[in-house]
């Protein structure tokens, strides 16, 4: 594999859901697997800095990686969202924002860049500029609280503060943990038991959407895939 990542952390913020950070030792292509999270990614390469806010992505998709390149990574609870910029402008993309040797622009205003030990207190720095937040309602609902969004508000939330539905959200979120019992050993029976699919064609045909492989192919664990850290298993619907 010629992306290792050196490091990635749980966060107490409640607003980020994990930091992160690698390298590339040469360059290649790899698989960029759906994610209904959105990141803030500081990127080194050849000596210059670039910060990007890249989206939500509700599909797999190659990717080229550079040589030598090194990322640092704030990845965003579900829910999290800037009122200035809707998810929906970066949804299955990214955008670079106007970045200099010591600072970055972001609303009209300099930041310093994030380092991997003081994430949290950059985006606490964030948050009060009122630049960040996290919508009450969904991260309530995404905590099990069914009640928290009506039917007819959940889609308005959802799509707002995330970028995607909540349908969506979930689908994305159990193809990747199936992802991560494949890898980590579990026969394909027992995924489709664990994750909550319906047979093996259901299992098969949202892998190959969203993760870009078969079952088998993942379980054998051969290709470069994006950030595919284990997390607790969706909410079964």
């Not at 200035?84 to 970066?90: A, F, H, K, N, T």
């Not at 930041?111 to 009060?128: D, G, Q």
């Not at 088998?216 to 470069?224: G, L, M």
Request: with cysteine; glycine share 8%.
């Amino acid at each position: 594999m010629f992306i290792v990542f050196d490091d990635n952390r749980a966060s107490d913020s409640p607003l980020i859901e994990r930091v992160w950070r690698c390298h590339s030792e040469r360059a290649g292509m790899f698989v960029s697997v759906a994610t209904s999270h959105w990141d803030l990614v500081v990127t080194r390469l050849r000596g210059t800095l670039t910060v990007t806010l890249k989206g939500p992505e509700t599909k797999a998709r190659e990717v080229f990686c550079p040589a030598t390149g090194e990322w640092l990574g704030i990845r965003f609870k579900a829910g999290t969202f800037m009122p200035q910029l809707p998810l929906s402008r970066v949804l299955d993309g990214d955008m670079n924002l106007p970045s200099g040797q010591r600072r970055f622009r972001l609303d009209g205003r300099a930041w310093e860049y994030p380092s991997f030990e003081n994430a949290e207190t950059f985006v606490a720095r964030l948050a009060r500029a009122g630049l960040i937040g996290r919508d009450a309602a969904v991260a309530a609902a995404l905590d099990g609280d069914e009640r928290a969004l009506s039917r007819r508000s959940a889609q308005r939330h959802f799509l707002r503060a995330t970028g995607i539905s909540h349908a969506a959200l979930r689908q994305i979120e159990r193809a990747r943990h199936a992802a991560n019992l494949l890898r980590g050993g579990a026969s394909i029976a027992d995924t489709i038991e664990e994750a909550g699919f319906f047979d093996q064609a259901h299992l098969t045909r949202s892998l190959g959407r969203l993760i870009g492989f078969t079952p088998a192919t993942i379980a054998r664990d051969e290709h470069q895939l994006s950030f595919l850290y284990k997390t607790p298993p969706p909410a079964r619907e």
